[in-house]
């Protein structure tokens, strides 16, 4: 049920998205993503089930009182059943489009076996220079990680 109401919503128009999660959500939001790279230099990414353009970066909300470090590899673990450990935080953005900023941290897997969920129907690396039809902004935050 939860899947088939996720591939709804990836149908419906963007302009939807925003509105629908400025009715439902704070006022401001807070999320935190992953940026993990291979040993290429190859950037992996989620195919996510709800979104538009389904590939995207490893990403989620804070839930009320969670440190953004844990969130991320909570995030992490409930979309791929995987350990994810952090390198460092990269940067904080404050997206343009609506009240909402990202922490961003670099990160390495460090155990576990890939298993789909509702959110995220598989995962895999991509060269920097050859990325799918994704989130424009989530593109040039992996170039401008890559050049680091």
Not at 17 to 40: C, G, N, T
Not at 48 to 63: C, F, M, N, V
Not at 104 to 131: P, W
Request: hydrophobic share 45%; charged share 25%; net charge positive.
């Amino acid at each position: 049920m939860i899947k088939t109401l996720l591939r709804i919503w990836r149908i419906l128009p963007t302009w939807i998205h925003f509105l629908a999660a400025k009715l439902v959500r704070s006022k401001f939001r807070a999320a935190v993503a992953a940026l993990i790279f291979d040993e290429q230099g190859r950037i992996l990414l989620f195919k996510h089930t709800y979104r538009k353009w389904q590939w995207g970066i490893p990403a989620g909300s804070l839930e009320y009182h969670e440190q953004p470090a844990d969130a991320i590899i909570r995030e992490f673990r409930e979309e791929t059943n995987m350990q994810i450990e952090i390198q460092k935080l990269l940067t904080t953005l404050s997206a343009k489009e609506d009240h909402h900023i990202t922490i961003v941290y670099l990160c390495k897997i460090v155990s576990g076996e890939f298993k789909e969920s509702n959110e995220v129907s598989e995962m895999k690396y991509f060269d920097v220079n050859d990325l799918p039809k994704m989130l424009f902004a989530e593109k040039e935050l992996i170039k401008w990680a890559a050049n680091l």
